[in-house]
């Protein structure tokens, strides 16, 4: 508590992103109404590289007093580096602060968890139910990565469904962002003799990559 009002610390990188910003301006509308007031530490970069830089943005988190802090907010999955949260959480429970994790699981936080998948099946299922293709190219995330193969599961069973077979060649993994998209898709053009019919992608900035890509190469993407 800081005179007189709770406060709450939000942990996110890159806030001025516009979707970071929304879920920061709605948060901050409704605690006011409570007498909470937010403190926000983020960085710049989503430290996805582990340069010098990235850990020089990490030393923000370092600052945080959890004298006066009386919760802690960690979107985790904006983290590429998920030692951070790892931290964060861990001095934050060492202080007897509760913690909140937004968008992924975290051992011993409160979890708030979105409901992607059914979301997700919509959009394969128009795809190949509507649009009658069966020759769809699929950019998973990560390996192993939680919401990658809950997306590629989802792929795989519309697939089933409507009596596609399944092809490991028809499955690439972009990690979720744009640089090792971008590697993959200049590797599939150079060994696709024809091209999907879509390509769906398991986050939009792998399918902006995958569209920018395309259209570097001539391709016109609807």
């Not at 971008?182 to 091209?195: A, F, H, I, S």
């Amino acid at each position: 508590m800081l005179n007189g009002y709770r406060i709450i610390a939000v942990c996110i990188p890159k806030a001025n992103d516009v979707s970071n910003y929304n879920y920061i301006a709605t948060l901050n509308r409704a605690l006011q109404k409570i007498s909470y007031r937010l403190f926000i530490y983020h960085t710049c970069a989503d430290l996805y590289n582990g340069s010098l830089n990235d850990d020089g943005e990490k030393s923000i988190f370092e600052l945080m007093d959890y004298n006066i802090l009386d919760a802690v907010i960690l979107f985790t999955e904006a983290f590429m580096e998920k030692s951070v949260v790892l931290q964060v959480a861990e001095q934050a429970r060492s202080h007897g602060k509760p913690v909140i994790s937004v968008d992924s699981f975290l051992e011993g936080c409160i979890n708030v968890r979105f409901d992607y998948k059914n979301c997700f099946e919509k959009i394969v299922r128009h795809i190949v139910e509507d649009h009658k293709l069966t020759r769809i190219h699929f950019m998973a995330g990560a390996k192993e990565n939680y919401f990658s193969e809950e997306r590629l599961q989802v792929y795989k069973r519309v697939l089933e469904d409507n009596n596609i077979p399944i092809e490991d060649h028809r499955i690439s993994y972009g990690d979720f962002w744009a640089n090792p998209t971008n590697q993959v898709m200049e590797k599939l053009l150079e060994e696709w003799e024809e091209l999907p019919q879509a390509i769906i992608c398991a986050n939009d900035a792998m399918a902006i990559t995958v569209n920018t890509c395309l259209q570097k190469y001539g391709y016109s993407v609807p």
